[in-house]
């Protein structure tokens, strides 16, 4: 079966070194963003030509149901059958405690982290499952360490949105197992990414990292490497697990 992969929030930080690692390991290559039209194309230019694989950027934003449907039927006529998603998408704002925050930002909070995750879901299974005649497949949430670790005075709002994609990891998980579709996820924390200018805190990670058992921030490329483990067959019988990457926090 031809391996073709759909990872959302493709165009920087861990969803384009994970679609670039993909194409590495030979799979034709979904790059969806929202805004960065010039750095998603720049991320398909170098997968073509330094992994010789099949890309394709996609403009969709996954918190729309009509956006979600297109991007699934651009993949369906450009690449083929989807074999893995990756649902990487996510957004934070800025710190603040919860006595501060108001519906809006609570809003869009939860539409942009959570909704997606559950469209996305919904088209790959379409595709995927048994059930419609699919032959199987693996989905992965990019969740946070923040749904353990809660961020008091930083985004718990944004901590909170992740503890619900663990939940919705759990929950589908034993939903499809039945049908060949695996569903885990990664919960990241300390990463090297642009995220933490939206949180007001570009030097977040540095500030924090002398309280980080392993003494250091995590690269793009470390949560890259475990998503893509979850998605292979060396992952075959694992379902509704996590993989926490936080340096031992
Ligand atoms: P990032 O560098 O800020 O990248 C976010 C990506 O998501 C961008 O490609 C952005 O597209 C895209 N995006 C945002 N909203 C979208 C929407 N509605 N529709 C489509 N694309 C959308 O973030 P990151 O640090 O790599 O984070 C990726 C994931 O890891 C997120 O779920 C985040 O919560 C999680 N995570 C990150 C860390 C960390 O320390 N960095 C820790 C734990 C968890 P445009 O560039 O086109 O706008």
Not at 4 to 17: D, M, P, Q, W, Y
Not at 43 to 69: H, M, N, R
């Amino acid at each position: 079966m031809d391996k073709v992969i759909l990872i959302t929030g493709a165009s920087r930080g861990i969803g384009a070194a994970t679609a670039t690692l993909a194409a590495q390991r030979g799979y034709a290559v979904c790059v969806n963003y929202l805004k960065n039209q010039a750095r998603a194309e720049a991320i398909v230019a170098q997968i073509k030509t330094t992994a010789g694989a099949k890309a394709i950027a996609v403009q969709a934003d996954v918190s729309q149901e009509a956006d979600v449907l297109r991007l699934f039927q651009t993949v369906d006529m450009e690449l083929g059958v989807i074999s893995a998603l990756v649902n990487n998408a996510g957004i934070l704002e800025t710190q603040m405690r919860v006595d501060e925050m108001d519906a809006a930002r609570l809003s869009r909070i939860f539409a942009s982290n959570l909704t997606p995750y559950f469209l996305c879901a919904k088209e790959a299974i379409k595709r995927m499952s048994n059930r419609y005649g699919g032959k199987g497949g693996a989905i992965v949430n990019v969740s946070s360490a923040a749904s353990r670790l809660g961020s008091a005075g930083e985004y718990v709002d944004y901590a909170a949105s992740k503890g619900a994609i663990d939940t919705l990891t759990i929950g589908l998980s034993r939903e499809v197992a039945s049908e060949c579709i695996r569903v885990n996820a990664v919960r990241p924390a300390f990463i090297y990414t642009d995220i933490h200018s939206d949180g007001g805190e570009a030097g977040r990670v540095d500030r924090i990292k002398s309280s980080i058992p392993m003494q250091r921030g995590g690269t793009p490329q470390e949560v890259a490497q475990a998503i893509m483990w979850l998605l292979s067959d060396e992952a075959s019988y694992a379902t509704g697990t996590f993989i926490d990457l936080a340096g031992g926090r």
